[in-house]
T-cell receptor
């Protein structure tokens, strides 16, 4: 069945450093790839998304890259801040379908 | 208004009780979702409604019964739950297929 693998499960960085989270999806029909941030005790919130017709998208300190051939996409956070500490989930959904498959999540710690 | 609301915030129920979770959105979204999230795990899709019709049921046990009375409301009726059903239940809505999902704050359910 469809699957999204996410690595690493835990990531600890120093404030100001960059953080990279990587995901691989199995369904080649996937065409929409959102990234959600979930702070402790709060709801998941979209931070950036990318569609399969685009290779890269950037929003201030956050960027996402997509390699359709390798079925691989990544989240890049530059100049990390303590408030970036949270769990980040990558996800994938296929064209014509409502089902979103989530990765297992990455717990990011940013040390001040 | 870009918010999805859920009531109650917390719910404790016995295995013989009947209770309902409620979700509301006023963004004009035509797709609404129920997810179950266990601690340190990603959201797990349960049901999807599209234009008030059940579109996806992820083989959820019949002790969970969804209902979509209108385009703004989504209910989840609970009956004869098991302790392993204790989790955070998240509602979400989206414009449609392959669009950002807006999550509600969730209902933390404990089954005793």
């Amino acid at each position: 069945g469809e699957n999204v693998e996410q690595h690493p499960s835990t990531l600890s960085v120093q404030e100001g450093d960059s953080a990279v989270i990587k995901c691989t999806y199995s369904d080649s029909a996937s065409n929409y790839f959102p990234w959600y941030k979930q702070e402790l005790g709060k709801r998941p919130q979209l931070i950036i998304d990318i569609r399969s017709n685009v290779g890269e998208k950037k929003d201030q300190r956050i960027a996402v890259t997509l390699n359709k051939t390798a079925k691989h996409f990544s989240l890049h956070i530059t100049e990390t801040q303590p408030e970036d500490s949270a769990v980040y989930f990558c996800a994938a959904s296929r064209a014509g379908g409502f089902k979103t498959i989530f990765g297992a999540g990455t717990r990011l710690f940013v040390k001040a | 208004d870009t918010e999805v609301t859920q009531t109650p915030k917390h719910l404790v129920m016995g295995m013989t009780n009947k209770k309902s979770l409620k979700c509301e959105q006023h963004m004009g979204h035509r797709a609404m979702y129920w997810y179950k999230q266990k601690a340190k795990k990603p959201p797990e899709l349960m049901f999807v409604y599209s234009y008030e019709k059940l579109s996806i049921n992820e083989s959820v046990p019949s002790r969970f019964s969804p209902e979509c009375p209108n385009s703004s409301l989504l209910n989840l009726h609970l009956h004869a739950l098991q302790p392993e059903d204790s989790a955070l239940y998240l509602c979400a809505s989206s414009q449609g297929i392959s669009y950002e999902q807006y999550f509600g704050p969730g209902t933390r359910l404990t089954v005793t």
